[in-house]
T-cell receptor
Framework: DTEVTQTPKHLVMGMTNKKSLKCEQHMGHRAMYWYKQKAKKPPELMFVYSYEKLSINESVPSRFSPECPNSSLLNLHLHALQPEDSALYLC????????????FGSGTQLSVL | EDKVVQSPLSLVVHEGDTVTLNCSYEVTNFRSLLWYKQEKKAPTFLFMLTSSGIEKKSGRLSSILDKKELFSILNITATQTGDSAVYLCAVDPGNTGKLIFGQGTTLQVKP
């Protein structure tokens, strides 16, 4: 199983809503990532979890709240988002350390109205 | 500042053509360089290069790294319409836990 599964695939939310994005992998990877990608731009790193602990937060606004309940799951909780937060949100996983190439999920296309 | 620059930014070819995509980098630390293909959503892994001069090959795709000149190329021979995608180059500096992506090259292969 070399898949990273993300749900939902599409999400439309208002600025006052609370929603969560979910990501799951069963490759035994102990590093998991959230990326944000705007149209025609490369992915931008948001958060990195290593061994279920947050190791990198790229100065992401607090309206984005990550959670790693166990080694297979990664969530991104969303609250009071702005229209400019509309983007493709990609989850990825990798081994920790050398040779740790990233495997990406198909993403959640988020629209904030 | 660490950076990865890809060229060209976009390319239109016809089926059967051979294309070469370029990726140059300036980073303080280097562990590996990775190529990804992104068609609609998920970037899919193509190659990881760590050593100079060793060509990685998978079917019609191949890639090589030059650590002295700080660049990599991705070659696609006998292109097909299914090769149409954005090709992303990324460098893993190894000491930060984060990849540095280039802007991507958008390849369109016409029938």
């Amino acid at each position: 199983d070399t898949e990273v599964t993300q749900t939902p695939k599409h999400l439309v939310m208002g600025m006052t809503n609370k929603k969560s994005l979910k990501c799951e992998q069963h490759m035994g990877h102990r590093a998991m990532y959230w990326y944000k990608q705007k149209a025609k731009k490369p992915p931008e790193l948001m958060f990195v979890y290593s061994y279920e602990k947050l190791s990198i937060n790229e100065s992401v606004p607090s309206r984005f709240s990550p959670e790693c309940p166990n080694s297979s799951l990664l969530n991104l909780h969303l609250h009071a988002l702005q229209p400019e937060d509309s983007a493709l949100y990609l989850c990825a996983s990798s081994q920790v350390g050398p040779k740790g190439k990233l495997f990406f999920g198909s993403g959640t296309q988020l629209s904030v109205l | 500042e660490d950076k990865v620059v890809q060229s060209p930014l976009s390319l239109v070819v016809h089926e059967g053509d051979t294309v070469t995509l370029n990726c140059s980098y300036e980073v303080t630390n280097f562990r590996s360089l990775l190529w990804y293909k992104q068609e609609k959503k998920a970037p899919t892994f193509l190659f990881m290069l760590t050593s100079s001069g060793i060509e990685k090959k998978s079917g019609r795709l191949s890639s090589i790294l030059d650590k002295k000149e700080l660049f990599s190329i991705l070659n696609i021979t006998a292109t097909q319409t299914g090769d149409s995608a954005v090709y992303l180059c990324a460098v893993d500096p190894g000491n930060t836990g984060k990849l540095i992506f280039g802007q991507g090259t958008t390849l369109q292969v016409k029938p």
